[in-house]
T-cell receptor
Framework: GNSVTQMEGPVTLSEEAFLTINCTYT??????LFWYVQYPGEGLQLLLK?????DKGSNKGFEATYRKETTSFHLEKGSVQVSDSAVYFC?????????????FGKGTKLSVKP | EAQVTQNPRYLITVTGKKLTVTCSQN?????MSWYRQDPGLGLRQIYY???????DKGDVPEGYKVSRKEKRNFPLILESPSPNQTSLYFC??????????????FGPGTRLTVL
């Protein structure tokens, strides 16, 4: 079946460090891929997305490239800020299942220290 | 402002006392969904709805009910809450067509404690 696996946290970085959060998926067909972010005390917000292989999603300095050959969608940022401290969720659209359903990874908590 | 609202935001109740958590969206989205978020388990889908009067079970539907009588509202009902339903609940909505298809918009969450 469809599934998403992301690296376990927590991840602690110093400000301006490089960030990578790994995400791999298992899916039939050609899923759309998403990264969501959850700031403390809030709901999830869409951070970026990619709908086909080799697409790069980007937003707020974050990037992720849809790699079909490695079934990956790793999240990267060149220089993190304290304000990036949040929980990050990788997700895929449940292709072949009910339209609209997303399958989420378990989330990776990022803490950025000044 | 486009948004998903949930009420209440916080609730402490006792075992067996029926409760309803409301969810409303003002974006005319067809799709709505309920999730629960628990430490180490991420988000798990409880129920979802593709449109008015169309609902279906997610991964963890036991102990919950939903209804979709109007497009904008998708209440979550716990007929007889138990302590294992203590969790953080999120409602989400999404268009099914258009450039933002399948992008889910989340409510702020409802923290439920069942004693």
């Amino acid at each position: 079946g469809n599934s998403v696996t992301q690296m376990e946290g927590p991840v602690t970085l110093s400000e301006e460090a490089f960030l990578t959060i790994n995400c791999t998926y298992t899916a039939t067909g050609y899923p759309s891929l998403f990264w969501y972010v959850q700031y403390p005390g809030e709901g999830l917000q869409l951070l970026l997305k990619a709908t086909k292989a080799d697409d790069k999603g980007s937003n707020k300095g974050f990037e992720a490239t849809y790699r079909k050959e490695t079934t990956s969608f790793h999240l990267e940022k060149g220089s993190v800020q304290v304000s990036d401290s949040a929980v990050y969720f990788c997700a895929l659209r449940n292709y072949g299942g009910s339209q609209g359903n997303l399958i989420f990874g378990k989330g990776t908590k990022l803490s950025v220290k000044p | 402002e486009a948004q998903v609202t949930q009420n209440p935001r916080y609730l402490i109740t006792v075992t067996g006392k029926k409760l309803t958590v409301t969810c409303s969206q003002n974006m005319n989205h067809e799709y709505m969904s309920w999730y629960r978020q628990d430490p180490g388990l991420g988000l798990r889908q409880i129920y979802y709805s593709m449109n008015v009067e169309v609902t279906d079970k997610g991964d963890v539907p036991e102990g919950y009910k939903v209804s979709r009588k109007e497009k904008r509202n998708f209440p979550l009902i716990l007929e007889s809450p138990s302590p294992n339903q203590t969790s953080l609940y999120f409602c989400a909505s999404s268009p099914l067509v258009g450039p933002n298809a399948n992008e889910q918009f989340f409510g702020p969450g409802t923290r439920l404690t069942v004693l």
